[in-house]
């Protein structure tokens, strides 16, 4: 049997990342589990938010979860 072997998908980062319709990939942001109240308000507003993964960083995410 001769070809070339697929790869598996990061099963670990699978369950980190969502891709988006148009493909964007996104990620819970760190530091947002616990001792909130010593973050400001601002600070705390900004981690509710979504991360979306870009660049060089994304590419590679992209093929390690076997989409692109």
């Not at 981690?47 to 989409?67: P, S």
């Amino acid at each position: 049997m001769t070809g070339k072997v697929k790869q598996k998908p990061h099963k670990g980062l699978r369950k980190r990342l969502t891709i988006t319709a148009t493909g964007k990939l996104c990620y819970k942001k760190s530091f947002a589990g616990h001792l909130m109240s010593t973050k400001s308000g601002r600070r705390r507003q900004r981690l509710r938010r979504k991360g979306i993964l870009t660049g060089a960083l994304a590419d590679k995410a992209r093929r390690a979860l076997g989409a692109g």
